[in-house]
């Protein structure tokens, strides 16, 4: 079983729709929780970190982390044809951020 | 916020001639950097991992002598793909970690290397 497990989609959503991506972690030493964006041929881009359980809002984007579950979510409302990229989620272990895990990458299209 | 330049962008060698790829940390110091193979359509693939001054970590089933990392500095990792293959042809990233783990992990744009 893998670390992280993300649905690879595609997903594709008209503008304007609230877009939920998903990832399960198996590992609970995990403390760390990251959701990466990453347009094609580029590096991936930190949107979100969150630390231990709970939620964060950043703008239109809101990443969620239910560790008795071992689920993380992100969603992103108002969706925009820009939202378009591969969203990765990651995590970490330890009270110290040690390397990551990377979940496949959800492939996302918001079409206008 | 913190910037990882990441050069070339894009390289094309010839099969058994070697390609530096370089990484620098422009605005943070690096004290760890880790260096990532990606394949189209496919997550990122942790080839090794390197702290400042020390010999790389190297991930399971990547060689360590095809694959030369140098971590000479806080700022800058580099890569080295010996006697290159086709089959060594990817999109390659490297990732750079501070001290405040707030920033998480900032990565470079990535270099497309294509082996002919």
């Known amino acids: 079983q893998k670390e992280v497990e993300q649905d690879p989609g595609p997903l594709s959503v008209p503008e304007g729709a609230i877009v939920s991506l998903n990832c399960t972690y198996s590992n609970s030493a995990f403390q760390y929780f990251m959701w990466y964006r990453q347009y094609s041929r580029k590096g991936p881009e930190l949107l979100m970190y969150?630390?231990?359980?709970g939620n964060k809002e950043d703008g239109r984007f809101t990443a969620q982390v239910d560790k008795s579950s071992k689920y993380i979510s992100l969603f992103i409302r108002d969706s925009q044809p820009s939202d378009s990229a591969t969203y990765l989620c990651?995590?970490?272990?330890?009270?110290?951020?040690?390397?990551?895990?990377f979940g496949r990458g959800t492939q996302l299209t918001v079409w206008p | 916020g913190a910037v990882v330049s990441q050069h070339p962008s894009r390289v094309i060698c010839k099969s058994g001639t070697s390609v530096k790829i370089e990484c620098r940390s422009l605005d943070f110091q690096a004290t760890t950097m880790f260096w990532y193979r990606q394949f189209p359509k496919k997550s990122l693939m942790l080839m090794a991992t390197?702290?400042?001054?020390?010999?790389?970590?190297?991930e399971q089933g990547v060689e360590k002598d095809k694959f030369l990392i140098n971590h000479a500095s806080l700022t800058l990792s580099t890569l080295t793909v010996t006697s290159a293959h086709p089959e060594d042809s990817s999109f390659y990233i490297c990732s750079a970690r501070g001290t405040d783990p707030a920033y998480g992990y900032t990565f470079g744009s990535g270099t497309r290397l294509t082996v002919v």
């Open positions: 990651a995590s970490s272990r330890g009270s110290t951020l040690g390397r990551l895990y």
């Open positions: 969150t630390y231990s359980s």
């Open positions: 390197s702290n400042e001054g020390s010999k790389a970590t190297y």
